[in-house]
């Protein structure tokens, strides 16, 4: 006969807290996504209910008039360059920093820990100044250049090389590879999970970004969805109970970071706990 086990009731009291916390978190979510789709009367009327009397795309066509397409392709162009710069340079740095003897090494690498304990909004000003000053201020260039490069995604690609043994890299100097042929050739294939991990949190990053694209342009059209979504919901629109075309906004700007978070979860959780592992 098969035994059953025993589950302890301390057990199973986690469990129920643990489910409760789930949809306390969860629910905000299931609000969001049902209120997008309702009519502004009914998310007036019945605002914690998930489940719209009727349903109706309103919310949606009123942001495709309001120029919503081209915020998204901002933000997908502003995105897509970030993220890019972000894992070259972070991965190129990082294995500089775990494996290149120089003088001032660790100095360096403190000063890069140091960057990521500012406060972001303390550089909006001296971000405005430098990009006005180099003329690159209302540009693309200004809304890309100075987020290509992140304390964190250093930090992340130091602490994944330094878990890479190196007698992997014997056999490439022994043939005559420098270290840049190294890293890209041998070492950087190797640190997959890290570079996921980068990737993910870039873009994120990226498209999530508000202060920075605030500071950096004027133009209307260089509007990406945080900057315009923000002017958007502040100016006559946004104004009485306009909340299905908020939260309608919300969930199209929620989905691309979703698609990339859950379609590359399990190498962002591997290479975020190995990169853990060596601090």
């Known amino acids: 006969m098969k035994q059953h086990r025993k589950i302890s009731p301390a057990k199973v009291f986690g469990y129920v807290v643990l489910s409760a916390v789930a949809v306390l978190y969860i629910y905000p979510f299931l609000i969001q996504l049902g209120t997008a789709f309702k009519t502004a009367a009914d998310a007036t009327a019945h605002p914690l209910n998930p489940i719209p009397e009727s349903w109706t795309l309103a919310a949606f066509r009123e942001l495709a008039e309001q120029n919503f397409p081209r915020w998204a392709l901002n933000s997908v162009i502003v995105a897509i360059f970030v993220t890019l710069g972000r894992v070259f340079f972070a991965s190129l740095a990082g294995y500089a920093l775990a494996r290149i003897n120089f003088r001032g090494r660790r100095v ?40 290509a490069v992140d304390a964190t995604g250093i930090f992340i690609m130091k602490q994944f090389f330094e878990s890479i043994p190196p007698s992997v890299e014997e056999a490439a100097r022994i043939d005559g590879a420098g270290p840049f042929r190294t890293y890209w050739s041998v070492v950087l294939p190797m640190a997959r999970p890290a570079l996921i991990t980068v990737t993910i949190l870039s873009f994120q990053g990226a498209w999530n970004e508000l202060p920075h694209f605030i500071v950096s342009r004027q133009d209307p059209d260089l509007n990406t969805l945080t900057s315009g979504v923000a002017a958007l919901v502040s100016g006559q629109l946004g104004q009485g109970n306009q909340f299905p075309l908020k939260l309608a906004a919300a969930v199209l700007m929620t989905v691309p970071v979703a698609i990339v978070y859950f379609t590359f979860q399990r190498y962002f959780i591997r290479g975020a706990t190995e990169g853990a592992e060596k601090t």
């Open 108 to 147: 360096l690498f403190a000063a890069v820990i140091g960057v990521m304990a500012v406060p972001p909004v303390v550089l909006l000003i001296p971000k405005f100044l430098v990009l006005n000053q180099l003329g690159m201020y209302d540009s693309y260039l200004a809304m890309i250049l100075p987020l």
